[in-house]
């Protein structure tokens, strides 16, 4: 391949890579999320189906037209656990106006059963999926834990915070804000 | 060379993650020294732009670099042949310090 043809090829990937980014970003007042997403604010969330605890299954397109909130976590991660009261009380506190949690286990980082007694210990009644083969985790590419993403009815997501705990102040202004726009 | 692992208390994991980081150095003929480093809070975690519990650096520079908005104290995972871990394997270490031993 010559010198001005590579240029040429390269010039042409380049804008090609550029269109599908713009194509593929989603703004938030479309009503659907597009399949093929990255896990990246401004895009769609990537679809989901997991068992959960318990039994049942969750999937996250069931919850279109919901805030959603997903947070990755393990029963041996101290932010994960210190943040999880917070978040227990907001999912209370607006689950009658449109706001769901998923709490997504990385189950093949953890044991159910250690899952398990964290929840009772907390008294969390939030859905808790099991990512027992790690699929969710590695299809949202989560390097940190907790990792948690607010998604808005359209199944867009808004916000994401790696790390934690996050305040309960933090997590209500969030779920504020994205419940509002529904308004 | 400076090699540095950074953790933060709540993550036991680093512990693992030291252990396998000195069997590489080890492995590659690296005779630095490991400086731990422990970051107590989100202000520090936000100034070392610390990306979780454990992190590994080489003059610097994270062995997983990626760029965030915002640091805080996390616990780190990693993708190891054998599924998401607390830490990475020895291997994965080897390969990556390779790149700055040449």
């Known amino acids: 391949m010559n010198n001005s043809r590579f240029v040429a090829w390269m010039t042409w ?8 980014t713009v194509v593929s970003r989603v703004s938030s007042d479309q ?4 399949p093929g997403a990255v896990a990246k604010e401004g895009f769609a969330a990537p679809d989901f189906t997991l068992d959960l605890l318990g039994g049942d299954k969750v999937s996250l397109s069931d919850l279109r037209g919901k805030v959603v909130l997903v947070n990755f976590w393990t029963s041996w991660c101290p932010p994960c ?25 990385l189950t093949a980082q953890d044991s159910e059963q250690a899952a398990a007694g964290f929840v009772k210990e907390v008294g969390v009644t939030f859905p808790i999926a099991l990512d027992r083969d790690n699929a969710v985790g590695n299809l949202y590419r989560v390097t940190a834990l907790p990792t948690s993403y607010f998604i808005d009815r359209n199944g867009v997501i808004r916000s994401v915070i790696v790390g934690g705990p996050m305040s309960e102040a933090l997590i209500q202004s969030k ?8 308004e | 060379m400076k090699i540095e692992l950074l953790y933060f208390d709540g993550c036991p994991s680093w512990e ?21 480093i422990k970051v107590n809070d989100d202000d520090e975690a936000n100034h070392l732009k610390f990306l979780g519990s454990p992190s590994f650096r080489v003059d610097q520079q ?9 640091y805080s104290l996390s ?3 990693y993708s190891t042949p054998d599924g998401i871990k607390g830490w990475p394997t020895v291997e994965m270490l080897r390969t990556r310090l390779r790149s700055f031993v040449g």
């Open chain 1, 13 to 20: 990937a380049l804008i090609l890579g550029m269109i599908w």
């Open chain 1, 31 to 34: 009503p659907q999320a597009q």
């Open chain 1, 81 to 105: 656990r210190l943040e999880m009261p917070a978040i227990e009380k907001t999912y209370r506190s607006y689950k009658d106006i449109g706001f769901m949690v998923i709490g997504l286990n």
């Open chain 1, 175 to 182: 779920v504020e804000e994205l419940l509002r726009e529904g």
């Open chain 2, 16 to 36: 693992e993650g030291l252990k396998n980081l000195e069997a590489a150095l080890k492995e590659e003929g690296v005779t630095s020294s490991v400086d731990r």
């Open chain 2, 62 to 70: 994270d062995l997983w670099h990626e760029e965030r908005d915002t």
């Open chain 2, 75 to 77: 616990c780190r995972i």
